[in-house]
């Protein structure tokens, strides 16, 4: 079975600068989709970015970008500009191509901005 | 974009009786409808599973008679939490797998906060 960590419980950073998300993931397949949800205090699940794991490019998203490690197995999320409005809680989610197509959580990361 | 509702918002109930959690998707045809539950500071664990016209699909040590789930549409899921006790107060999530639409993400509705008194 897929396991997906963060290691980092919490994290702040102060508005304005950059923050990096930890996300280390274990699988057996060779094919999948990763992404980064944010779940502000409204508690509603927003899609941040997501990866294609055959695509070796890395996505960005306005501010947002990823750093796609496959033989690390490594996913962290870069947050540039960082805004007060950033402040969540984000989640690491890993999703198989084939068979049970459910999203598998990390246990998340709680982002504060310093303003 | 692809929108899910998901009502009520937030419900309080007595020990014993029973709650109906609702699920549209309102621009879309939800083929598979996943259910969450969050307890505060947790991340979101999965209970089960529903495609649309057939059983639910319950992670290990869901209860499935407690936790009942229909799907008996594309578009409205439910997830009926029944003789409800305060160890079921938590926090209710769905979410529609919309790979229909040809994408691979998921919309997740706004969730439910459960409080059983």
């Known amino acids: 079975a897929q396991t997906v960590t963060q290691s980092q419980p919490e994290m702040s950073v102060q508005e304005a600068e950059t923050v990096t998300l930890s996300c280390t993931y274990d699988t057996s397949e060779s094919d999948y989709y990763l992404f980064w949800y944010k779940q502000p205090p409204s508690r509603q699940m927003i899609l941040v970015i997501r990866q294609e794991a055959y695509k070796q490019q890395n996505a960005t998203e306005n501010r947002f970008s990823v750093n796609f490690q496959k033989a690390a197995k490594s996913f962290s999320l870069k947050i540039s500009d960082s805004q007060l409005g950033d402040a969540a809680m984000y989640f690491c989610?890993?999703?198989?191509?084939?068979?049970?197509?459910?999203?598998?959580f990390g246990q998340g990361t709680r982002l504060t901005i310093n303003p | 974009g692809a929108v899910v509702s998901q009502h009520p918002s937030w419900v309080i109930c007595k020990s014993g009786t029973s709650v109906k959690i609702e699920c549209r998707s309102l621009?879309?045809?939800?083929?598979?409808m996943f259910w969450y539950r969050q307890f505060p500071k947790q991340s979101l664990m999965l209970m089960a599973t529903s495609n649309e016209g057939s059983k639910a699909t319950y992670e290990q040590g869901v209860e499935k008679d407690k936790f009942l789930i229909n799907h008996a549409s594309l578009t409205l899921s439910t997830l009926t939490v029944t003789s409800a006790h305060p160890e079921d107060s938590s926090f209710y999530i769905c979410?529609?797998?919309?790979?229909?639409?040809?994408?691979?993400?998921?919309?997740f509705g706004s969730g439910t906060r459960l409080t059983v008194v």
């Open positions: 979410s529609a797998d919309h790979r229909d639409r040809g994408l691979y993400g998921y919309t």
């Open positions: 621009d879309f045809q939800a083929t598979t």
């Open positions: 989610a890993y999703r198989s191509v084939q068979g049970a197509q459910k999203l598998v």
